[in-house]
């Protein structure tokens, strides 16, 4: 968190509620935010103009006048909130600060402020990063991360691509998918409700799944992540689960009955990430299959 869905989340907002705009001021709190940044001096930006926002993976890239560009990798508890003149606001990524509060928080690192429009990054963990560059310098710095195909809106992200990748990988389906060479974007949240989905068990080796259990889980992914995109971010707060449309069907849901055969969820950890399957409709004897 914030996974492929919230990146594309906060990139729409700010081609909606940004683009086209100057800033006209920044307050950076936290120096470490640009670390490793090819120009460390996020002041660079005052006075040029936002020209638009792509994303990669997990990571969004706006575009400025002057030949400027910005990496933003929001890790795990990134949040972007745009406040509006007339006191309404937008906010995705990391649901701490309150989307409701009070802004700037005590987790507010850096304001940009647009005239009377005025967006706010905040991080609990400072985790994230941003990276200026040159525009004609983002690919090279994208291409260093060495991303495999994303797993939704993407034409190379082909079913035959997804089998030889995990036939490579001996390790468990889950870490395989959370690899960002194998599928790019995904992360915790979307592969337990990839795997669910696919009736897999996280803990299975990569290369053991069939041709037709790799078909299943490349449509899954592709759904969990679509599914993510169109609510704006599933809804997790202090670890729980708030389902719309009955998505998430298991991250962030022990105990709490499957959406499938209602058996209650279970939690463990696997390789130090809270996992969360439906032990009925992803048994752990399909390992031995």
């Not at 989340?9 to 683009?19: D, G, N, P, Q, S």
């Not at 495999?148 to 995990?166: I, K, N, Q, V």
């Not at 001996?170 to 395989?176: Q, S, Y």
């Amino acid at each position: 968190m914030p996974e492929l869905p919230e990146v594309e989340t906060i990139r729409k907002i700010v081609e909606r509620e940004l683009f086209g705009r100057t800033l006209t001021g920044l307050d950076l709190t936290l120096p470490k935010l640009v670390r490793d940044s090819p120009l460390p001096d996020l002041g660079l930006l005052v006075g040029r103009t936002l020209l638009g926002a792509d994303r990669r993976a997990k990571v969004l890239v706006t575009h400025w006048s002057d030949g400027l560009s910005v990496l933003t990798h929001f890790k795990l508890a990134g949040q972007l909130a745009v406040l509006r003149p007339d006191g309404t606001r937008v906010v995705a990524g990391h649901p701490v600060p309150d989307p409701e509060g009070p802004y700037p928080h005590k987790a507010t690192h850096l304001t940009l402020r647009f005239g009377e429009t005025v967006a706010y990054y905040s991080d609990i963990r400072q985790f994230g990063w941003w990276r200026l560059m040159p525009t004609d310098a983002v690919d090279a710095a994208l291409g260093t991360f060495r991303f495999g195909p994303e797993g939704t809106g993407s034409d190379a992200f082909a079913r035959d691509d997804l089998a030889a990748r995990l036939q490579r990988r001996r390790i468990a389906i889950k870490h395989a998918l959370l690899d960002q060479r194998v599928v790019a974007g995904l992360g915790n949240i979307y592969v337990d409700e990839a795997l669910h989905r696919a009736r897999i068990h996280p803990g299975r080796p990569a290369n053991s799944l069939s041709p037709d259990e790799v078909t299943t889980l490349h449509e899954s992914i592709g759904w969990a992540l679509e599914r993510g995109i169109a609510q704006g971010g599933a809804a997790i707060r202090r670890g729980k689960a708030f389902p719309r449309d009955g998505f998430p069907t298991v991250h962030a849901r022990r105990d709490e009955p499957c959406t499938t055969c209602g058996t209650a969820i279970v939690k463990f950890t696997l390789g130090g990430r809270g996992t969360y399957y439906c032990p009925v409709c992803q048994p752990e004897l399909a390992a031995a299959s």
